[in-house]
């Protein structure tokens, strides 16, 4: 089949799991159920436990076990942890969830605000869900303003923004897409997700780091243990590490817990229905 883009081989349609899974280095997991009208919460995560259980499962039987997967369907984070929990055979730190999205909107209300672009934003973080309680912290970010990098305090110029709305539209962006579209974000989502592919696949640059939803051990930054949350990470020969020792002031440590509490719901009412 001739192709106009020239690294792809070859595309093979199938609804046949051990043609899907079969010996995959990447597998990027985009579709989920949806919520409906008059849905509750509950009966979301039990219709995604089903999905993700037996992607997991079929990633543990056919794929190979350095597959890197990426969770995109939401609820990101808890779907990641159900496919992680039902690959045993694959180690947990090769699944992750976007966050990324996250991450690149942070950066660009912030570029936009400065009037530069996204890219002169570096080290944004995203904490915890990809839902409306993340935590895009800017306390640790730089932006190129002029050829030198400066806080974003130093950029933007405008603390109460810096602390109120540009958190609260990051947090809503999702939501506030699906009410202009009608449909959820498509090619921001995409581009989020081509970067965290790359970054896995080439490393991050040294003295940077990127957001992306890991598996939480050993309680980094007061985060509970097995949980998906979105750490800053820094990639080096197709693993990531959390970026440690960072100064976390009672401001952030609050939301980052508010965002931890939600997974922790979720995780538990999500796990509940795994023997079902
Ligand atoms: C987004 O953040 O754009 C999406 O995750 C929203 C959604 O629920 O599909």
């Not at 799991?17 to 597998?27: C, R």
């Not at 794929?63 to 997967?69: D, F, G, H, N, S």
């Not at 405008?158 to 449909?183: H, M, N, P, Y």
């Not at 640059?205 to 309680?219: C, H, R």
């Amino acid at each position: 089949m001739p192709l106009s883009v020239p690294f792809v081989a070859e595309v093979i349609p199938t609804d046949k799991v051990d043609v899907a899974f079969k010996d995959l280095d990447a597998a990027i997991l985009v579709g989920s159920m949806p919520r409906r009208e008059g849905m509750e919460r509950k009966d979301l995560l039990k219709a995604n436990v089903a999905i993700f259980k037996s992607q997991g499962e079929a990633l543990d039987k056919y794929a190979k076990k350095t597959v890197k997967v990426l969770v995109v369907g939401n609820p990101a984070n808890t779907n990641c942890l159900i496919a992680a929990k039902s690959a045993p055979s694959i180690p947990k730190e090769n699944f992750s969830c976007l966050t990324r999205l996250d991450h690149n909107r942070a950066c660009s209300q912030v570029a936009m605000r400065c009037g530069i672009s996204a890219n002169s934003v570096k080290n944004m973080i995203i904490w915890g869900n990809h839902s409306s309680t993340q935590y895009p912290d800017i306390h640790h970010c730089k932006v190129n303003v002029q050829g030198k990098d400066v806080t974003a305090f130093d950029a933007v110029k405008d603390d109460a923004w810096l602390k109120g709305e540009f958190i609260s539209t990051v947090q809503r962006r999702g939501a506030a897409v699906i009410k202009a579209r009608k449909l959820s974000s498509a090619m921001s989502a995409a581009k989020a997700i081509c970067d965290h592919m790359r970054d896995i696949w080439t490393g991050t640059t040294e003295g940077e780091f990127i957001s992306m939803g890991v598996y939480s051990t050993g309680n980094p930054y007061g985060v509970p243990e097995d949980l998906i949350y979105s750490f800053p990470v820094s990639i080096k020969d197709k693993a990531w590490k959390i970026v440690d020792g960072l100064a976390i002031n009672d401001f952030s440590k609050a939301k980052m817990d508010a965002t931890a509490a939600e997974l922790v719901e979720e995780r538990d009412t999500a796990v509940s229905f795994l023997g079902v």
